[in-house]
């Protein structure tokens, strides 16, 4: 039945690509049949522990061929260009830490790339066929290691199977930690090495050796894959340790995530200081920007974020997204202290049990941090992390409650429908960012494939070589980055701003100086970026107010006169991409 | 009397072919594809499964757990290693290293296992059955279906577009410029096209009919072209709309 909701998803992705009104509706009937008969049959009581997993899994590898079918001939989203272009480096110099002009930070946690170059040099697949496989391993590892975790916390196949089940419905699931980047290998990596340390927490004797080399070998190969999943599984070991100290006397062969969690602070510490000391200012900045919200907010210079803001383009229909996204969360918030009460009947006596509890239990504050205009990234990136809690705490629930044998079924349905509005409204809310794919857009979180962006970075790749001093704007800058193995020009690794060539009419003496200044040899234009169509969507709140969208008219005037200047040759014209050579101007050759 | 060492016989083979393949340099993507990614993903991780755990430690699924994040552990801490030799992270050092992990604790495992005369060697269910073997083939082949559905279907419905370019041959001939065309318009087109300089034609291309997915290119000559004639300038047209310039390309000449 998943196969089968596939189709429908492929039907409703070709739908919307195409502008047929219809594909929204495909779309979500295509999720239901992906989902629901899995949900039926795993929540059901008695069946086979194989026959769950068995589901999970190919659950888990459904709900990633979604992304795959989102983009099934190139990565489109810009995080997939920039660890593409790490991994390129990689290739070209074999060996790590090469200069990522478009995410430096993704030189310095290699781990994905690491594991994707050993599969390229290989086998000798490309980039998107060896990073496709990658990350489908890495999910199959995800939902093995959560099944098992849960299942020896529990004792229980049924709440286990429920668990990894809610842990899917996750926003980030579905489709963000399933793209080509970081995050998506070291979660399951973290998910891994916390099932390795509770088998080598509660085994005696000989035979921990492997679970305690397993669990170190996991968290030393997470700090090395990603700087947040590395802080945060050393935080729950740390958690977990605070626990444990409060409820049994230290002990100190008892104290396996202490060990594990000293090991990890250690780790992190080693690895930013030697090695990625530009993760600092890559997550102070998100981080002191959030802060400075919740200042703003409290002293009232600030406004508060509006939710439900459409950002995305062909996004699903608005108010159905927002009944079932906010059913989802009331759902999850009602839920969480039953939960919570059960985990504390039975399983307090397990440290880990309370753990993920503590976890789940920080929901409402990241809903609390939405309003934060800032709030919304930091909120939707803990997302993965907290439903590790969410997905156990309301597990338990169904299989724990007292109910009369002949009430079971409408008990059953009631949770069955209940997880299915969970897993719709998250989806949802996952969904509603992005939108479903269309032909090409800009901002490539929507976008399908962009084979003409393609198609020109590797055009100047093989006629002038790598690592030219670029400029464009937003995804085909990417494209120039990854594709084109440039050097592109960005405001994360430069701190040079292009945005006034847009703002402005005509290439003036100003411009001209930025492009000399800056060193800029191609200069690249995506004109599809003059579609009236795309430019009210893209207005949206930042933390200094509204944006406004750039006109039409006042975008195609910007750079009108450039074909007049003498000495800027317009080297390459595919109709909607322009390049020129301003080489002759800015002495770049 | 199964063979109560054929796993990990099984894994010692085919960490020697992995081997094998890597310095025979076999082309063949699929026969790569089917024995090197299991280097990667499984056969490291696998082998040292059974080394450092015993059989009754693992069921069935934890093995395969364990096989597959160990494996990845494995090659993600290889990687950190081998960037520190000089060969670094290339095919060779690759399949040296990580076949040379799996062999040595797959050859380490078999003793162990000889030794400890192991009863039982842990395996999944091994009964084989029909409707399940039937509903996961119908799931594979729509699963693929449905992928090859959204690819060729993405293909057609991306923007066609054709390209346009004109750049120096090379530093050393700058009186030489090279002129071309990509076709991706998904459908085959005819083109022409001019190229010419301060009013002058300097070439004349008025038939090119280019399938898509093809490129054509052409050298032109601009000797005696200066910039007080402005740049050179390609103009393409598509025969099936003659008056329309389609795509521009322009070069400056370099001052004399």
């Known amino acids: ?589 | 009397m199964k063979n109560k060492l054929l796993d990990l016989m099984i894994v010692i083979v085919l960490a020697l072919a992995a081997l094998l393949l890597a310095f025979t340099g076999l082309q063949s993507a699929l026969v790569r594809l089917f024995v090197m990614a299991p280097l990667v993903f499984f056969l490291p991780g696998y082998a040292l499964t059974h080394l450092v755990f015993t059989s009754e430690q693992l069921d069935g699924w934890e093995r395969i757990l364990m096989s597959l994040g160990i494996s990845l552990m494995v090659t993600i801490i290889t990687g950190i290693i081998l960037n520190q030799t000089p060969a670094g992270l290339q095919t060779t050092s690759w399949s040296i290293a990580l076949a040379s992990i799996t062999l040595i604790a797959a050859v380490f495992a078999l003793l162990k296992r000889r030794v400890m005369q192991a009863k039982k060697t842990p395996h999944l269910e091994n009964r084989f059955r029909v409707m399940p073997a039937i509903l996961i083939t119908s799931a594979v082949i729509l699963t693929a279906g449905a992928y090859f559905f959204a690819r060729t279907t993405t293909n057609s419905l991306s923007h066609s577009f054709t390209s346009l370019w004109i750049t120096p041959v090379d530093k050393n001939q700058p009186n030489v410029l090279q002129v071309g065309v990509t076709n991706m318009e998904n459908s085959t087109v005819n083109y022409r096209l001019t190229v010419q300089a301060g009013g002058k034609v300097l070439e004349q291309f008025p038939s090119i009919p280019l399938q898509s997915g093809k490129t054509w290119n052409s050298q032109v000559n601009i000797s005696g072209v200066t910039t007080a004639s402005g740049p050179v300038t390609a103009d393409l047209y598509r025969l099936d709309s003659p008056s329309k310039i389609y795509r521009t390309a322009t070069w400056w000449p370099a001052s004399p």
């Open chain 1, 1 to 589: 039945m998943s196969a089968y909701g596939l189709l429908w998803i492929a039907a409703a992705f070709t739908a919307s690509r195409a502008n047929i009104p219809v594909s929204q509706a495909i779309f979500w009937v295509g999720m239901i049949l992906l989902l629901l008969p899995a949900a039926i049959r795993v929540i059901k009581p008695n069946v086979g522990r194989s026959e769950r997993l068995a589901i999970l899994m190919i659950t888990g590898v459904a709900l990633y061929m979604v992304k795959v079918l989102y983009s099934p001939i190139l990565f489109t989203y810009l995080d997939e260009l920039q660890h593409w272009r790490t991994v390129q480096n990689i290739l070209i110099s074999h060996h790590l830490y090469g200069f990522n002009p478009i995410l430096t930070v993704s030189a310095v946690y290699p781990g994905l790339e690491i594991v994707t170059d050993a599969l390229i040099s290989l086998t000798g697949l490309t980039i998107f066929q060896a990073g496709l496989i990658v990350i489908g391993v890495g999910r199959l590892v995800a939902v093995l290691a959560l099944f098992l975790l849960f299942e020896r916390i529990s004792t229980s196949s049924q709440v286990a199977g429920i668990g990894t089940l809610l842990y899917m419905a996750n926003p980030h699931f579905l489709l963000f930690d399933a793209q080509f980047a970081y995050e998506s290998l070291a979660l399951p990596l973290a998910v891994l090495t916390l099932y390795c340390a509770m088998r080598y927490a509660r085994l005696r004797g000989k035979g921990k050796l492997g679970f305690g080399l397993s669990a170190f070998g996991g968290m030393a190969a997470v700090i090395v894959t990603h700087h947040i999943t590395s802080f945060v599984l050393a935080s729950i070991f740390l958690l977990w340790t605070f626990i444990l100290l409060i409820k049994i006397r230290p002990i100190l062969n008892r104290l396996v995530p202490t060990w594990i969690g000293i090991f990890g602070l250690i780790g992190i510490m080693a690895w930013i200081t030697f090695v990625a000391t530009q993760a600092i200012t890559y997550l102070s900045s998100p981080l002191t920007s959030a802060i400075n919200d919740l200042i703003g907010l409290i002293l009232g210079t600030r406004s508060a974020r509006h939710l439900f803001v459409q950002t995305g383009v062909n996004q699903p229909d608005f108010l159905l997204l927002r009944f079932l996204a906010i059913s989802a969360v009331v759902l999850i918030l009602a839920g969480l202290p039953f939960g919570a009460l059960k985990v504390w009947q039975k399983y307090r006596n397990n440290n880990l049990a309370l753990v993920l509890t503590a976890i789940g239990l920080i929901y409402p504050v990241t809903l609390v941090v939405r309003y934060l205009p800032w709030g919304l990234i930091i909120s939707s990136r803990t997302a993965p992390y907290i439903f590790l809690g969410i997905g156990f705490v309301l597990a338990v629930i169904y299989p724990n409650l007292r109910i009369p044998e002949r009430n079971e079924w409408k008990y059953r349905s009631a949770f069955t429908a209940a997880v299915m509005l969970i897993f719709l409204g998250m989806i949802a809310s996952g969904v509603a960012a992005w939108g479903l794919p269309v032909t090409y857009q800009q901002n490539s979180y929507t976008n399908s494939a962009d084979l003409q962006g393609e198609f020109a970075s590797q055009w100047v790749l093989n006629t002038f070589g790598p690592y030219r001093r670029v400029a464009a704007e937003q995804d085909l800058l990417w494209e120039m980055g990854a594709y084109g193995l440039q050097r592109s020009i960005t405001p994360d690794t430069d701190r040079i701003w292009f945005d006034n060539f847009y703002s402005t009419p005509g290439l003036g003496p100003d411009k001209l100086q930025l492009l000399k200044s800056s060193k800029i040899q191609f200069l690249s234009i995506d004109q599809r970026n003059n579609s009236p169509l795309l430019l009210p969507k893209q207005a949206g709140t930042t933390s200094t107010g509204p944006v406004q969208a750039v006109p039409a008219s006042q975008y195609i005037s910007a750079l009108s006169n450039i074909d007049q200047i003498r000495g800027i040759s317009r080297i390459y014209d595919s109709g909607d991409i322009v390049t020129y050579d301003v080489g002759a101007l800015t002495g770049e050759k």
